[in-house]
């Protein structure tokens, strides 16, 4: 770990502004593939990693980037459900989830066992330059290749098509909840302010996670009442509440279309500011790791050669459909029929959605996703007044 002194100040390798799951993945890619590289990660807070369950399916993983990412792993499980009112579905697949605990752990770690690293909690940032990052005290840090990751500011996004906000509990409780694996979404509540699910994620035989979660059109989100939700929902399942452990919250903008183009020079925009997550599921994992692995494997002279365009264009294909999907989702449906177009979703083939979660769909999957009998509740009336 490197002190802030003269010494630290000379160039370093790549600098990172802000210390969430995009940062870290790329410092932790970055020192595994280059052990004496020279990162620097800025957070304004005392500690990376924020206050955050970070999820993602196996099939977002590449095999050979498996034991990199198996380091973070807090949880997992060999399958989950979604249950619909009705359907219910258990598919076998792999799903884990990382804590913003475990993640500042091992970068954290990573950062102060490497020769050029270093790590500036509590600090921060006055101006971000293309070579250069100023902080608030007046130092500078110098870059070959700067990102600013500190979260979004929508600039890629030509308009919002709505929303997906969510309250979530980690609740301790006084006796077992008897949860055997996740439950991505529980459709069987009242459908309020657009699509409506819980999300439950056993993380010991006493200990759950549950998230009250909407599809809406507003980017509002009464706390106070999701909590009520929550343990409304948790007495209804059986749960007897001991303690509330954490709570996190979230609003995340669904975009209605692709907008402007990463530049391909310094200083980079990554994570969700930049673009780089999912525009309808808001899981940012997959993406994050994909321009990490980039960045790491291309330093420290190619990050905007050949195989940058490449990895801009493929995102922006897979983009620019999940977009298109918000705009049906919101523009053709009425807010409490919604749950109907994730019903039909997940009925397909389970490799389908898999590469749908991990946004890499291919034409195949794309035309079983939009093709076929339309899914109940669709509005002829609500898609004619979205499109005015």
Known sequence: MINMNSDSLRPFDVVLVGGGLQNALIALCLLDR???ARVAIIERERRIGGNHTWSFHAGDVPDDARRLVEQLVTYHWSSYDVVFPDSRRTLVERYAAISSERLASVVEGLLHGAPGGALLTGTAVQRVEASSVTLDDGRTLQGGLVVDARGPDFAHCDRIAGYQKFVGLELELNRPHWLVRPLL?????????G???FYALPLGPRRVLLEDTYFSDRPD???VALRREI???AARQGYAVANVVREETGVLPLPARVGAAPCDASPLRAGYGGGFFHPATGYSFPVALRLARHIAETLPGDVFADRWKQ??????AQFRFAALLNRMLFGAFLPESRWNALQRFYRLPPDTIRRFYALET???DRLRIVCGRPPRGISLRVAIGASA
């Open 221 to 223: 989100l009464d706390v």
């Open 34 to 36: 280059r052990p004496m």
């Open 311 to 316: 990895l801009v264009d493929d995102h922006r």
């Open 231 to 233: 343990h409304a929902y």
């Open 362 to 364: 291919t034409r195949a």
């Open 195 to 197: 699509f409506r699910f």
């Open 185 to 193: 979404m529980d459709a069987r509540v009242a459908q309020t302010d």
